[in-house]
């Protein structure tokens, strides 16, 4: 199933994790897989069919979860569902999220996550905080540049809120 949702090949990466939860119902890896499957096929699928996918995705993550409180992987399948769903994702996921980054500080792509979300919230200091370390590595990356950019467009005034001179705008 890690394979399968790997590749992206959301049906059979499903069709794995039910093999799997078959043997072993309270199985948080299958549990998982099965969520990552459903909150694929949510991000392929249209309409109605998007919408019972992410929100069974979301079931399937919490159920990993409440196995393993402590694994990253759960939360940040739960924050995706909301995306995968376009809906913007509520305080909960937005926590979550937090707590991914918190877990694995050293992967960006979570980083990158909460900064977009924290900036669309328009909390500038807490975003850049958590963007300064993927936009000052040592280590050029994809995810740095996209840092740098969110920090740099974050610095314009008419997105801070600052006018020219540095002073808050009212």
């Avoid at 991000?43 to 919490?62: D, I, S």
């Avoid at 500080?105 to 300064?132: N, T, Y």
Wanted: aromatic share 6%; hydrophobic share 40%.
């Amino acid at each position: 199933a890690h394979a399968e949702c790997m590749a992206k090949s959301y049906a059979a990466c499903q069709s794995s994790a039910d093999r799997a939860l078959a043997l072993k119902v309270d199985d948080w890896h299958a549990q998982l897989r099965k969520a990552q499957a459903l909150v694929g096929l949510a991000q392929q699928a249209e309409g109605e069919q998007k919408f019972g996918f992410a929100k069974e995705g979301r079931k399937w993550a919490l159920k990993a979860n409440k196995n393993n409180p402590v694994a990253h992987e759960p939360l940040l399948v739960y924050y995706q569902s909301f995306g995968a769903e376009q809906k913007v994702a509520p305080e909960n996921a937005i926590n979550s999220l937090y707590q991914v980054v918190e877990t694995i500080p050293q992967i960006d792509e979570p980083r990158l996550m909460l900064g977009h979300e924290l900036i669309a919230r328009k909390l500038f200091p807490a975003a850049r905080k958590i963007l300064q370390p993927p936009a000052y590595s040592p280590h050029e990356s994809v995810e740095q540049a996209t840092a740098l950019a969110l920090l740099e467009k974050m610095a314009e005034p008419e997105i801070s809120g600052e006018t020219a001179e540095g002073d808050s705008a009212t």
